[in-house]
């Protein structure tokens, strides 16, 4: 028997999400397990978010991750932005298609050559210019701004496209510079998909491991690291309390992303009819 | 149907400032070529446009109209030659430092901007003092009745009114010329065929030189003081909707510009009356009252216009050129005239139009009738190209 | 002439070279980033992978190297890739790396077409809700989302358990540390990749054109196969390239979930400048991953290079 085709789609979607989201909510769920077995359900409890907050170790990586994450998604999405205009505005030129392959190639880059190759680059330098002076919060810095300025510029160039230029060639008509068209016309336009670039940035800085492992120094430990050891070691009931806090607040950012991205489609290039 | 606007634009009774010998052109635009990629968009193009006037260039799409369009606003810079502005030679000036504004097809509105915003960005750009602005802007709110929606966004108003707008954000700076390119493409045909006049008026009201791409040729027809057509990146011809209908340069040009019926034929004798020609589709002599220069034995074409044409059953009088016999082979009925297809006889298919002046005609023509055709000399064209 | 224009661009006023001195700016910041960090750490990966090994900091010898303070002596040392060849840990690691990349991104193929395709079915305000949903999980931590299939794939974890209260079987599956557990894992982390870009080229696609072929006679799986399916192909491709590439040097899923059980490229590599510190030896692994997946990448680039046309029309 066949099934009628709204049904068919509503099975495809319907298993599909409980495929990316069922393992989400049983970590969730689990996260408020009385029990140190984390499997095993005994009753509700918060007392693991309690514990998550007495954890001097693993409060001082967030803090450490967040701090790198705020500095290395604010440089990317200025580079990003940056990369994505010209590739986008400034026509053909020598040297295009070499920004394009850099752009590309960290979006599918094995993590643990990028994390590798970086690390040979600060050794080296620093036996060089004597810069970065041994590994840690800057390195980890640089390296994450290297990888999401990549997602930073392919969000913001997509918007760029799908911007009408007669908008820019009219600021220009009337009057304004090129500089000045840049902050008062494009830099509004595609306000969003700026604030979307840094927000992938800070995410995916706060969620990378591998990379960070090999950049940081002793002294420098983030927040995936301390969880990854930790993970290694077992099932652990904080982690899954931790893994709620995260999963709620990137929840609540992206939201409020999705929203800003979606508010308006201001600016889109005409329709052809 | 087409019917050529004589314009009595500014002032004077007739607005004919080309035909004065002591005027000097206000834009100069002088073998001016642009390519892309080595794809020829505008080749050598030549046209001199005087101040006041409304100037069409009108052509199908792909034809560089907009690319001159946008050659005179700066956005693209010539490979070749050079436009002047009012006697200064715009070569290298920005879009940004020309005295020219531009209303875009898809209007470019600010989307993040109120109309007003939007209609005192180029004043902001002057650094122009506040009170001067205020009041240029309200004027022009005043003028395009768009006060009311002064505190509206782009996305908040209709077609029509974003036109407006558009219109509004560039005239506000009093540019030498205004460019506008397809302004009416995105109304529907009603407002469009407002709008034209509303453009007329307020180009007569503001004295200002437009300069209008289209591909429309009714608006063009309606709209212009003169057209210049456009074929393949070359002005084909220049002149007023009357001269570019009644007396078309070019094969092209007779063929864009509505229904004509051409063929081809070769000189028998030539001279200041006109030209006698020998064309193998007519039965008869064709002569032709205008003729441009040629030599006996040359090829030509001959072009009459459909509504030019006389229709009849029975043979008409007192002439023996200009006439040929057929068979109606399909009719179109418009309303206010009907459009003959007849069949010659050496099968060349002729059009003929005829007002429908009366609710029944008396002597119907109907499919399969045997008619005559025939036409004044004096409505025939003779083209060389 | 062409020289005319020359000529009037040279003599173009001042700002237009302003402008072009401030695009060429533009131009440099971005460029010269990644040049520096991401183009030329390469070259010092390809100059490690020829160098020999040696105990201290840093432990590898220098390619370069003054031999008596007069001669310039280059040491190009091939021994890393000989351990290729002597040792089959090697070849078998990277084989099992591209099969397991290869048969995760077939999954992730079927699982996210038939996926992307509905969505582009649902009607607007939930078309968005439901492309949201997609990405979501993808800004949450790939730790965590890899760390809840652990609980849920242990022995005592919450599958065997479940399956073990209904009866299907009565002793716990190993489903944990397994290659099974890997490709879960791949999968699951690596989906929205490719959804986003099948959604991308589907939404796009001229609906018209499916209604052209079914009036033309075709049945709706003729017009899957013969007008969707080829005309998705770039989208296909960059999902699948999006999968594949990562997913060959993965090494966070095969270390927590594969366990000792599955040899993954990544992995080896960690465990060489980790466990080992044997810097040259691990420089010479990924010059290879490098050389294997370049291929991948460039049909990746092409690909995107042409999506990115298409859409610019």
């Not at chain 1, 298609?97 to 752009?103: A, N, R, Y």
């Not at chain 1, 008062?184 to 995916?204: D, E, K, Q, R, Y």
């Not at chain 2, 309606?222 to 210049?228: D, K, L, P, V």
């Not at chain 2, 990146?233 to 909707?241: A, F, H, L, S």
Request: net charge neutral; proline share 6%.
């Amino acid at each position: 028997m066949k099934l009628p085709r709204s049904l068919r789609l509503f099975t495809v979607l319907a298993f599909g999400y409980a495929f990316l989201y069922g393992p989400i909510f049983l970590l969730v769920i689990y996260s408020f397990n009385e029990s140190k077995l984390v499997t095993v359900w005994s009753g509700f409890s918060v007392k693991w978010y309690g514990e998550l907050l007495h954890n001097e170790k693993l409060l001082e990586a967030a803090w450490l991750s967040l701090k790198i994450a705020f500095v290395s998604a604010t440089l990317a999405t200025i580079f990003g932005t940056m990369a994505a205009l010209v590739l986008d505005r400034f026509g053909r030129f020598r040297g295009r298609t070499l920004l394009s392959g850099m752009i590309a190639a960290p979006l599918v880059m094995p993590e643990v050559i990028t994390g590798l190759a970086m690390l040979l680059l600060f050794v080296a330098l620093e036996t060089m210019i004597g810069w970065p002076a041994g590994r840690g919060q800057t390195t980890i810095t640089i390296a994450h701004v290297t990888f999401s300025m990549a997602f930073v510029a392919i969000v913001v160039q997509s918007r760029l496209r799908h911007m009408d230029r007669s908008l820019e060639e009219a600021a220009q008509d009337l009057g304004a510079r090129p500089l000045k068209v840049f902050f008062v016309i494009t830099l509004p336009i595609i306000a969003p998909s700026l604030v979307a670039g840094w927000l992938l940035g800070f995410t995916l800085s706060l969620d990378d491991l591998v990379i960070a492992s090999f950049v940081s120094g002793p002294g420098s430990t983030t927040l995936p690291m301390v969880v990854f050891s930790s993970v290694r070691l077992g099932v652990s009931p904080q982690i899954n309390a931790l893994a709620t806090v995260i999963i709620v607040t990137v929840a609540v950012c992206i939201t409020l992303a999705g929203k800003l991205m979606t508010l308006k489609d201001d600016g889109r290039k005409p329709k052809r009819s | 149907m087409l019917r050529p606007a004589e314009r009595n634009a500014p002032s004077s009774p007739r607005f004919e400032p080309w035909t004065q010998p002591g005027n000097t052109p206000f834009i100069r635009v002088q073998g001016v070529s642009k390519a892309f990629g080595g794809e020829p968009a505008v080749t050598g193009a030549n046209l001199d446009i005087y101040k006041g006037e409304l100037f069409s260039l009108l052509g199908g799409s792909g034809c560089g109209k907009t690319t001159l369009l946008r050659l005179i606003a700066g956005f693209e810079v010539p490979d070749d030659g050079r436009i002047l502005i009012d006697g200064i030679d715009m070569t290298g000036v920005p879009p940004y430092e020309r005295p020219v504004n531009m209303v875009f097809q898809s209007y470019a509105l600010f989307p993040h901007m109120s109309v007003e915003r939007n209609i005192a960005f180029g004043l902001r750009q002057e650094r122009m003092p506040r009170k001067e602005m205020n009041e240029r802007v309200s004027q022009a709110l005043d003028l395009l009745r768009l006060t009311p929606l002064s505190s509206r966004r782009p996305d908040q108003l209709s077609g029509g009114q974003r036109q407006r707008v558009a219109l509004a954000r560039a005239l506000v700076k009093h540019p030498k010329v205004l460019l506008l390119d397809e302004p009416l493409a995105a109304l529907d045909k009603k407002l469009r065929e407002n709008t034209q006049f509303e453009l007329v008026n307020i180009q007569e009201r503001v004295g200002i030189t437009f300069i209008l791409v289209t591909h429309d040729q009714e608006e063009a027809m309606t709209m212009s003081t003169r057209i210049g057509i456009m074929n393949e990146g070359y002005i084909e011809q220049v002149g007023t909707p009357r001269e570019i209908y009644e007396f078309p340069g070019t094969r092209f040009v007779a063929d864009f510009i509505g229904a004509a019926n051409m063929f081809g034929g070769v000189i028998l004798r030539l001279d200041e009356q006109g030209a006698a020609i020998q064309a193998p589709d007519i039965e008869t002599e064709v002569e032709v009252a205008h003729a441009g220069a040629g030599v006996a034995g040359m090829p030509v074409t001959v072009m009459v216009r459909p509504e030019k044409v006389r229709i009849s059953k029975t043979a008409p009088k007192n002439q023996d050129t200009n006439r040929t016999e057929g068979t109606v082979v399909e009719i179109g009925y418009l309303g206010d005239m009907s459009i003959f297809h007849v069949r010659l006889d050496s099968g060349k298919v002729m059009q003929a139009s005829q007002l429908n002046l009366h609710q029944d005609a008396e002597q119907k023509i109907t499919w399969e009738d045997r008619v005559h055709l025939s036409w004044h000399p004096s409505n025939a064209v003779m083209l060389t190209l | 002439m062409k020289t005319n224009g020359l000529v009037a661009r040279i003599q173009g006023k001042p700002d237009r070279w302003k402008e072009r001195w401030g695009q060429r700016l533009v131009a440099a910041v971005p460029m010269g980033w990644l040049l520096v960090f991401f183009l030329a750490p390469f070259l010092f990966v390809l100059k490690i992978a020829f160098s020999e090994s040696r105990l201290g900091i840093p432990p590898y010898q220098p390619l370069l190297e003054w031999v008596d303070g007069a001669v310039l002596q280059l040491q190009f040392n091939l021994a890393n890739f000989g351990f290729f060849l002597e040792d089959p840990l090697y070849a078998a690691a990277y084989l099992s790396s591209l099969k397991m990349a290869a048969v995760s991104t077939l999954i992730c193929l079927m699982i996210g077409y038939p996926m992307a395709y509905s969505i582009t079915k649902v009607r607007q305000p939930w078309r968005n809700v439901l492309l949201m949903l997609v990405i979501l999980p993808f800004w949450t931590s790939f730790l965590i989302r890899v760390y809840a299939w652990i609980g849920i794939l242990k022995n005592e974890g919450l599958l065997n358990n479940f399956l073990m209260w209904v009866g299907v079987i009565d002793q716990p599956l190993p489903l944990l540390h397994s290659p099974f557990a890997v490709y879960v894992g791949i999968v699951y982390s690596y989906l929205p990749f490719m959804i986003l870009p099948l959604y991308a080229t589907l939404e796009r696609m001229d609906l018209t054109l499916r209604e052209a072929a079914q009036d033309l006679g075709c049945r709706p799986w003729e017009v899957m196969l013969k007008i969707t399916l080829p005309l998705s192909l770039p989208g296909i491709i960059a999902g699948s390239m999006l999968v594949f590439i990562p997913a060959a040097g993965e090494f966070v899923i095969p270390d927590l979930l594969g366990g000792s059980n599955v040899l993954m490229i990544g992995k080896v590599l960690w465990n060489e400048f980790f466990l080992n510190r044997d810097w040259p030896l691990a420089s010479a692994v990924a010059v290879v991953m490098l050389v294997l997946l370049l291929v991948p990448f460039m049909l990746f680039q092409h690909y995107q290079a042409r999506q990115d046309e298409a859409e610019a029309r």
